[in-house]
T-cell receptor, first 114, second 110 residues
């Protein structure tokens, strides 16, 4: 089992729809969760972080965390063609000798069709 | 969050040579991390760099191939040694305090 799992996609949604991206993780002690957007040939860009169970909203983006189910998701409302990118889920492990490092999923490719 | 700057942003290198990548942060940070992203793949941690101690390498990465320096709390370098085409990747640095990245270094080995 991979430590962080995402469906590779592509996930295709029409413009204006809600895109739902999902991520599961295996380490129950994980404390911090991040979503990145990466355009082709570019560096990943942090778009959301979440640390507590529940929802966190920022503009058109909502991150949802369920630690009991070891599940984190990203919702993108009113999807735009410019949202077409690869979305990476990352998990930060609990503090230990490996404190601070991020474990990444494989990424989900999102295509928003006009 | 801090501004993380990397140099060079891209390079094309001959096989068998070495390239040193620099990572500069605009504030003091405890740990710095070096990641690799091979074409079409996700990010993989190479090593963790603490100031004043040797870097800690992840499984599959060794110091002889990827020597790292961390001379102070704002700077680190990663060297990719004796390069082969398989080393063609994006190399990224990050810091513990903020989960963001520099613009990365796109390396092509020919």
């Amino acid at each position: 089992q991979k430590e962080v799992e995402q469906n590779s996609g592509p996930l295709s949604v029409p413009e204006g729809a809600i895109a739902s991206l999902n991520c599961t993780y295996s380490d129950r002690g994980s404390q911090s969760f991040f979503w990145y957007r990466q355009y082709s040939g570019k560096s990943p860009e942090l778009i959301m972080s979440i640390y507590s169970n529940g929802d966190k909203e920022d503009g058109r983006f909502t991150a949802q965390l369920n630690k009991a189910s070891q599940y984190v998701s990203l919702l993108i409302r009113d999807s735009q063609p410019s949202d077409s990118a690869t979305y990476l889920c990352a998990v930060r492990r609990k503090r230990s000798s490996n404190t601070g490092k991020l474990i990444f999923g494989q990424g989900t490719t999102l295509q928003v069709k006009p | 969050s801090a501004v993380i700057s990397q140099k060079p942003s891209r390079d094309i290198c001959q096989r068998g040579t070495s390239l040193t990548i620099q990572c500069q942060v605009d504030s003091q940070v405890t740990m710095m991390f070096w990641y690799r992203q091979q074409p079409g793949q996700s990010l993989t941690l190479i090593a963790t760099a603490n100031q004043g101690s040797e870097a800690t390498y992840e499984s599959g990465f060794v110091i002889d191939k990827f020597p790292i320096s961390r001379p102070n709390l704002t700077f680190s370098t990663l060297t990719v040694s004796n390069m082969s085409p398989e080393d063609s990747s994006i190399y990224l640095c990050s810091v513990e305090e903020w989960a963001d990245f520099g613009q990365g270094t796109r390396l092509t080995v020919v």
